[in-house]
């Protein structure tokens, strides 16, 4: 399955944003998919996962209450809605899927990788 994120730009502290992620060569609907951020100077980090059957979503604490991860099947698209930015969230923002039914925070649980879609969230 090849992925790509897009949807990235530039945003006030405060605004939002909602990437999308979505596939070719394979349904979906049969992985689990993950979003990660890398910020400047940093590791890459889990923002959150969707699971494969019921739709259940998991988040880091800094982005609950703030990020919503959904998805699509029927336009293979998977979408990360990020409210109330804080500067502290620039990055650049990537989708993976999993042949795990739930996924994982772990980025070895991912086996593809969207190219990426830079996120600066300005003060």
């Known amino acids: 399955v090849q992925l790509q994120a897009f949807g990235g730009g530039l945003v006030q502290a405060g605004g939002s944003l909602r990437l999308s992620c979505t596939a070719s060569?394979?349904?979906?609907?049969?992985?689990?998919v993950g979003w990660f951020r890398q910020a400047p100077g940093k590791d890459r980090e889990s923002v959150g996962r969707i699971d494969r059957y019921y739709g259940t979503t998991y988040y880091i604490d800094s982005t609950k209450g703030r990020f919503t991860i959904s998805r699509d099947n029927a336009k293979n698209t998977v979408y990360l809605q990020m409210n109330s930015l804080k500067p502290e969230d620039t990055a650049v923002y990537y989708c993976?899927?999993?042949?795990?039914?739930?996924?994982?925070?772990?980025?070895?649980?991912?086996?593809?990788w969207g190219q990426g879609t830079k996120v600066t969230v300005s003060s």
């Open positions: 060569g394979r349904a979906f609907s049969t992985y689990a």
């Open positions: 993976s899927a999993s042949d795990s039914p739930y996924g994982s925070g772990q980025e070895s649980a991912y086996a593809y």
